[in-house]
């Protein structure tokens, strides 16, 4: 028994032990960019010669963060609404209905939730250029539909699954159709969950790298695929600019993320998704 006692401490004081670095590490890489992107100069000491906002200036104009931010909330915009409107009234279908085939459509949505989106990035770019939408907003909307409409279905079967038939046979009763059941009927009890599937798919578009990136032009770019050119592309631009615009983007996203967090339990997702 004390050899027990003593191993699980030490398995105890090692998981912890590594989870401090962990957490260390990533606390000190984003503090680094934080830093960084206020300080002057910054060479042989802990922290820079100076602090100054100037960098925010320089990457809003340089990099035209205007219109980037405005991109980008258009098309975020765009592909939690199509999202929505196509993956509600699918997830519905699917939760209600047996039918032939039904595991098959199941592990087609979740597929491309599981493979890398580089894998079916690069044929789905081909295609969207060869049709004219490669290089636009549009093209960009469409990719990321891929993945962000079989993420609505999959989180809201679950959801669905958890009310109760009979109060859809009761308004049938009382003369609803399918189209006055969902919108009076489900939609006010599928609120938090069409809310989790809005603010998750949100952030998952946001951060979408790979999509956005293959399939967008020079005015179609979202804030992370214009942060990747300005770190890769030709040209000298000042560090502490790139790290502005890092932390304009990883803010962004964040406030989104704690957001989703305020309003939604993941163990209460996970826990739905069980039963």
């Not at 770019?125 to 469409?142: D, E, F, H, K, Q």
Request: some cysteine; hydrophobic content about 55%.
């Amino acid at each position: 028994m004390e050899k027990l006692a003593v191993g699980s401490r030490i398995w105890t004081t090692a998981i912890w032990t590594f989870l401090c670095f962990m957490v260390v590490n990533i606390l000190g890489l984003i503090g680094t960019v934080v830093v960084n992107s206020f300080g002057t100069h910054w060479f042989d000491s802990w922290l820079p010669a100076g602090f100054t906002i100037r960098w925010y200036h320089a990457a809003w104009s340089e990099f035209q963060l205007t219109d980037l931010v405005t991109t980008t909330v258009e098309i975020v915009a765009a592909v939690v609404v199509i999202s929505i409107v196509i993956g509600v009234p699918a997830a519905y279908a699917i939760a209600r209905r047996d039918f032939v085939g039904k595991k098959i459509v199941l592990l087609l949505f979740i597929l491309p939730l599981l493979i890398p989106p580089i894998t079916y990035g690069i044929p789905l770019a081909t295609v969207l250029y060869r049709s004219g939408l490669g290089g636009t907003m549009n093209g960009v909307i469409v990719a990321n539909l891929v993945p962000s409409v079989p993420f609505v279905i999959l989180m809201m079967i679950p959801f669905i699954e958890q009310i109760d038939p009979r109060v859809e046979a009761a308004a049938r009763v009382f003369g609803a159709g399918t189209t006055r059941l969902l919108l009076y009927v489900l939609t006010p009890m599928l609120a938090p969950g069409i809310l989790a599937a809005v603010l998750l798919t949100l952030v998952r578009t946001m951060s979408m790298f790979e999509l956005s990136f293959l399939t967008s032009g020079p005015t179609s770019q979202t804030l992370v695929v214009a942060l990747y050119y300005s770190v890769f592309a030709a040209g000298v631009r000042a560090g502490q600019s790139i790290d502005a615009m890092a932390v304009v983007y990883t803010v962004s996203t964040l406030v989104w993320v704690l957001l989703a967090l305020r309003f939604i339990n993941p163990a209460q997702i996970v826990g739905r998704a069980k039963t």
